[in-house]
């Protein structure tokens, strides 16, 4: 059994409320407060930088618990204990567990996921828990429980019809997760969410470059903390984002072990960057010709993909594989693939928020399915090509399903 199977086509559905959720983990006597915590959000980014937080804590030898959506192959991924999935047995155990409760409170897929996990985690009995927001900050189940460090990786247009039509607004909900009396890690220097931590009170603010910095010479970077210096940290995930995404996550985990008393190596965080994976984040598949898969699927993280692909490949045209989500800006993130490519080839995914063959233009190549759609890029690629799958995670996780 798998979890999203309750819910049919509920599986998306969103209603701003913790209390539902403070309900049901009252009536499991409360897990989520039975080890700390350490909550991320973010635009984009913030799948990357918990997956480089719980490198680095599981290699100081922290039994760590990973809460993060969406999968990309199976369900089984949005729980994770010292990075391995919950098995099938388990997760039916947990689904029968909190079903009653799913129903009692009417809870959302998002929502019972979370609990879920907080269950899972407290009966494993992890040292600390990774927790990704789903959506937003302020009312996602997740800001049920009082992290030890609270990290945002960034803020850009994306869920506006939620979250808010401005950078202000979305920064607004999403430092919901920061406390006034816990460490807040920002990733960018975004004024939006300073102001919005300021304005909230928070205590003790970091972002780059003030609280921490880095600096980036090819495919190393040289990264700071207070008296702290961590030379030739080189990530595994490809993409100069990704350098970010490692300096937030180290300095999350340097307040974290400020708190509680953990001696930090340099060589264990050095090992867990550089050892990190995380599927569809610029995921290099194949050489000839090249085929990158990436779960990019906002303006922001869009633009930053295609910019990324140019440095690595400078002197090859894009044949673009696009499929996204009906409640994106996908207009907008279509013409952009559009101008930066040789040729798109659209599909859809079987979602029910997926765009279908309706949505796109007339005289766009579409194939039902990404299978198919690879088969005509692989057709019409030459040497001179590199092929990019992109525009969303369950895209992804199609095409990693053709040959898994």
Same mark, same amino acid.
């Given at each position: 059994m798998k979890l999203y199977k309750l819910f049919n086509k509920k599986v998306f559905h969103i209603e701003p409320d913790l209390e539902r959720v403070k309900k049901a983990l009252k009536e499991l006597s409360n897990p989520h407060n039975d080890y700390p915590s350490i909550l991320i959000s973010g635009t984009n980014g913030k799948g990357s930088t918990a997956a480089f937080l719980e490198s680095i804590l599981r290699r100081h030898n922290l039994k760590t618990g990973l809460f993060t959506s969406p999968h990309v192959i199976e369900e089984n991924e949005r729980w994770r204990i010292n990075r391995e999935n919950i098995n099938d047995e388990e997760l039916e155990e947990y689904i029968k567990l909190i079903k009653p409760l799913i129903k009692k409170y009417n809870l959302t897929y998002f929502e019972a996921s979370a609990v879920l996990a907080f269950k899972y985690f407290s009966d494993k009995k992890v040292d *600390?828990? @990774?927790?990704?927001?789903?959506?937003?900050?302020?009312?996602?189940?997740?800001?049920?429980?009082?992290?030890?460090?609270s990290i945002i990786t960034n803020v850009s247009l994306d869920h506006t019809h939620i979250l808010g039509d401005t950078t202000y607004k979305i920064a607004s909900e999403k430092i919901g997760i920061a406390r006034k009396d816990r460490p807040l890690v920002i990733g960018e220097e975004q004024m939006e969410l300073i102001t919005q931590a300021v304005l909230k009170g928070v205590r003790e603010i970091y972002h780059y470059p003030i609280g921490f910095t880095y600096h980036v010479e090819k495919d190393k970077m040289r990264y700071t903390f207070k008296d702290l210096k961590i030379y030739d940290l080189k990530p595994s995930l490809l993409g100069k984002r990704q350098f970010s995404n490692t300096a937030t996550a180290i300095t999350g985990f340097l307040l974290y072990s400020e708190r509680?008393? *953990?001696? @930090?190596?340099?060589?264990?965080?050095?090992?867990?960057?550089?050892?990190t994976f995380l599927p569809a984040r610029m995921q290099i598949l194949?050489?000839?010709?090249?085929?990158i898969l990436d779960g990019a699927h906002n303006e922001d993280a869009i633009i930053k993909t295609l910019e990324e692909i140019k440095l690595l490949y400078p002197e090859k045209k894009i044949i673009s594989i696009y499929g996204g989500m009906k409640d994106k800006d996908w207009k907008k993130i279509f013409r952009i693939i559009e101008y930066n490519s040789k040729k798109v080839i659209t599909t859809t995914i079987p979602v029910s928020r997926a765009l279908s063959s309706s949505d796109f233009p007339e005289g766009v190549t579409f194939f039902d399915n990404v299978k198919d759609a690879f088969y005509h890029a692989k057709k019409i690629s030459s040497n001179e090509d590199i092929i990019l799958i992109t525009g969303s995670l369950y895209l992804a996780g199609e095409f990693l399903k053709i040959d898994s």
């Open positions: *600390i828990a @990774v927790l990704e927001v789903g959506l937003g900050g302020r009312w996602d189940a997740t800001n049920v429980v009082y992290p030890e460090v509680k008393g *953990i001696k @930090v190596e340099t060589e264990k965080i050095k090992k867990a960057v550089s050892s194949s050489d000839n010709p090249p085929v």
